[in-house]
Structures are given as C-alpha cells and as structure tokens.
C-alpha cells in the first residue's frame, strides 16, 4: 500500500488491507517472501505463508513453500 506512514516490518501496511477487506486480521492470510513482509504480516495478526523459490532458504522461523500451486489447490 503506498497510502501508510510506515512500511514493512511494521504491521500499518497489513493491518490496513484487512480493515479495507472488511475482514478481522485472523482471518487474512499474506504470502511473502522476506524476513521483513512475514514479520509485518505476523505483527497485524494475519496467517503468513513464506514463499522460497528454488535456491533460496525461506525467511527464518518459516517452513518452506517451493511452489505456491501446492498450498493453494
């Protein structure tokens, strides 16, 4: 969101999308793909799933995901 005072890893930008979802924090789930957008994602409440493509090690404290088709069938 380009409309918040503070960006990642603060949780403004997330917690925001929710409210403009009209859904509770809980309730909204974020794929990301660094250390910065999980730990703004976790902050504003959401379910986070961490994204790695191939080669690369997920964000720490995350599991890793190789391709997002597995997770969203």
Known sequence: LDDVARGKPDPEPYA???RR??????????????ATGLASARAAGLMCIAYAP???????GASM???????LM
């Open 54 to 60: 191939a080669g690369a090690s997920p964000p720490p």
């Open 65 to 71: 995901v190789r391709q997002l088709r597995h997770i």
């Open 21 to 34: 979802l009209g859904l509770p924090p809980h309730r909204v789930c974020a794929v990301e793909d660094s």
């Open 16 to 18: 925001r999308a929710a």
